[in-house]
């Protein structure tokens, strides 16, 4: 009986994250990285938030790269409707646009060849989006349009012509 209720509470904490989030897990392609590459600590991977709109990727530590600098990227693509509003408040135009939000860095490797790769994270931004036509209307987001239709996420270490890591969703 012990046992069946801890299984229980387990189930319903695993439906609970699945219902909050997507996860997103990626490739791993040791032929684009140093020779004895591997995961040190952390866990690879990728996060929808139950928003559906913001990506977090999980940091996590490599070893094994000796002195080989790495270029780690998330970029997301949205789209959505723009309502241009004027200074009486009232929706003056409104268009459909694509944007991208991104966060990158290089990264150097600490002693010992291993490489830490901090987390990632990416959201919409009305400041990415197109403007307005007018510089006096306030743009913003039109309630239910902003979508989040593609991420990716790469690792590629230099010198090499692929991604060691890549991840893709939603």
């Known amino acids: ?5 801890r ?6 904490v695993i439906g609970t994250v699945a219902a909050l989030a997507t996860v997103a ?3 791993v392609n040791p032929a684009n990285a140093p020779p004895g590459t591997h995961l040190q ?3 690879i991977g990728c996060l929808v938030d139950d928003d559906g709109l913001s990506v977090s990727c999980s940091g996590f530590e490599l070893a094994g790269v000796g002195n080989t600098n790495a270029f780690v ?6 789209s959505a409707i723009i309502d241009c509003r004027n200074h009486g408040g009232n929706v003056v135009e409104s268009h459909e646009t694509t944007f991208m939000a991104a966060n990158s ?3 150097t490797p600490t002693r010992n060849g291993r490489l830490r790769v901090g987390a990632r994270s990416v ?12 510089p006096n209307w306030t743009p913003e987001f039109h309630p239910g349009t902003l979508t989040l239709d593609s991420f990716t996420y790469t690792l590629t270490f230099d010198g ?7 991840i893709t969703g939603p």
């Not at 299984?7 to 319903?12: F, P, R, T, Y």
């Not at 990227?73 to 949205?78: G, R």
């Open 1 to 5: 009986m012990r046992h069946m209720k």
């Open 25 to 27: 897990l990626g490739a």
């Open 7 to 12: 299984n229980i509470v387990l189930a319903l």
């Open 123 to 134: 959201s919409p931004d009305l400041d990415l989006a197109e403007p307005c036509p007018n």
């Open 41 to 43: 600590s952390g866990a």
């Open 105 to 107: 860095a290089t990264l």
């Open 160 to 166: 090499f012509t692929g991604p060691y890591i890549t």
């Open 73 to 78: 990227s998330l970029s997301a693509s949205y």
